[in-house]
């Protein structure tokens, strides 16, 4: 795990460090100093810390114009034990809602397994994003993760999105493909 880096393609637009409206705005990260884990096992020093044991993150684009931010995720996502849609909300979600963030794509690819708690972390983050006029999106969760998802009935709050090769998008164009798709699903 610890050779999985954040998606790095898009630094030239955006770098959440930089971003003073970034809840990471000013960290400063190690190439070679290897200190967060996932259990017994290293992760890539460009990954956040955003208060789980268990699951770290990178921003990879906020754009405040267009009101989306596109979130990496590495892990074990835990709400069983670690509660970790409440860390995230808490920390995170909740920090650039009030930027006027109301759109969240979240990058699972790297979601090693999913344990579901309760959904009432999910259901308020799911009603103050689409009274906003927003919704909240995974795309390329793991089929093991994406039925325990399902399973859990959490792809009420947000939806579950499938892109073959996200990578090859500009960040604009990610959003506004996963935006009309869940618009044509609405109406």
Same mark, same amino acid.
């Given at each position: 795990?610890?050779?999985?880096?954040?998606?790095?393609?898009?630094?030239?637009?955006?770098?959440?460090?930089?971003?003073? &409206?970034?809840? #990471?705005?000013?960290?400063?990260?190690?190439?070679?100093?290897?200190?967060?884990?996932?259990?017994?096992?290293?992760?890539?020093?460009?990954?956040?810390? #955003?208060?789980?044991?268990?699951?770290?993150? +990178?921003?990879?684009? @906020?754009?405040?114009?267009?009101?989306?931010?596109?979130?990496?995720?590495?892990?074990?996502?835990?709400?069983?034990?670690? !509660? =970790?849609?409440?860390?995230? &909300?808490?920390?995170?979600?909740?920090? #650039?809602?009030?930027?006027?963030? !109301?759109?969240?794509?979240?990058?699972?690819?790297?979601? %090693?397994?999913?344990?579901?708690?309760?959904?009432?972390?999910?259901?308020?983050?799911?009603?103050?994003?689409? =009274?906003?006029?927003?919704?909240?999106?995974?795309? @390329?969760?793991?089929?093991?993760?994406?039925?325990?998802? +399902? +399973?859990? +009935? %959490?792809?009420?709050?947000?939806?579950?999105?499938?892109?073959?090769?996200?990578?090859?998008?500009?960040?604009?164009?990610?959003?506004? &493909?996963?935006?009309?798709?869940?618009?044509?699903? %609405?109406?």
């Amino acid at each position: 795990m610890h050779d999985i880096e954040p998606f790095y393609n898009w630094r030239h637009i955006y770098v959440s460090e930089e971003d003073e &409206k970034s809840p #990471f705005y000013g960290r400063v990260y190690s190439e070679f100093q290897f200190t967060q884990a996932v259990y017994n096992y290293y992760i890539h020093p460009q990954w956040d810390d #955003f208060g789980s044991r268990t699951l770290y993150m +990178k921003v990879l684009m @906020a754009d405040y114009e267009e009101h989306y931010v596109v979130i990496e995720l590495i892990g074990e996502w835990n709400d069983a034990i670690e !509660n =970790d849609i409440m860390e995230l &909300k808490r920390e995170v979600m909740d920090f #650039f809602s009030a930027q006027g963030i !109301n759109k969240f794509i979240l990058i699972t690819e790297n979601v %090693l397994n999913f344990h579901s708690g309760d959904k009432d972390y999910y259901e308020e983050w799911y009603e103050e994003v689409t =009274d906003a006029g927003g919704w909240i999106a995974c795309l @390329a969760m793991p089929e093991q993760a994406r039925h325990e998802f +399902k +399973k859990a +009935k %959490l792809n009420r709050y947000i939806e579950l999105e499938e892109i073959e090769n996200w990578r090859i998008y500009k960040p604009i164009h990610l959003f506004r &493909k996963i935006d009309q798709h869940i618009l044509s699903r %609405l109406e």
